[in-house]
Nanobody, 116 residues
Framework: QLVESGGGLVQPGGSLRLSCEAS????????MGWFRQAPGKEREGVSC????????NYSDSVKGRFTISRDNAKNTVFLQMNSLKPEDTAVYYC???????????WGQGTQVTVSS
């Protein structure tokens, strides 16, 4: 399973660091991604990172503000979120997709609220 943590309430311009730790399997062969879903909206992709960590991608809305990283030794993926905006408010989900089999895992989500 995947377990996210690090969400919370932050003022505009603030920062948060989300973590996603895997248990029961190792992340070495998984592409990892962060998604988010705001109230009344569809789930959208935020960022992803390849199994080796050598490739990353970001949605236009977070590019330059968010940074994804991974520590395979700790079986954990991170999302550093800086310069947060109210429109970043959403439930953030961690996703793991096996690079060969396509097997997918989802976390339960962590709430991020950006408000003054």
């Amino acid at each position: 399973q995947l377990v996210e943590s690090g969400g919370g309430l932050v003022q505009p311009g603030g920062s948060l660091r989300l973590s996603c730790e895997a248990s029961g399997f190792t992340l070495d062969y998984y592409t990892m991604g962060w998604f988010r879903q705001a109230p009344g909206k569809e789930r959208e992709g935020v960022s992803c990172i390849s199994s080796s960590g050598g490739f990353t991608n970001y949605s236009d809305s977070v590019k330059g503000r968010f940074t994804i990283s991974r520590d395979n030794a700790k079986n954990t993926v991170f999302l550093q979120m800086n310069s947060l905006k109210p429109e970043d408010t959403a439930v953030y989900y961690c996703n793991a997709r096996h690079r060969l089999t396509g097997e997918v895992y989802w976390g339960q989500g962590t709430q991020v609220t950006v408000s003054s």
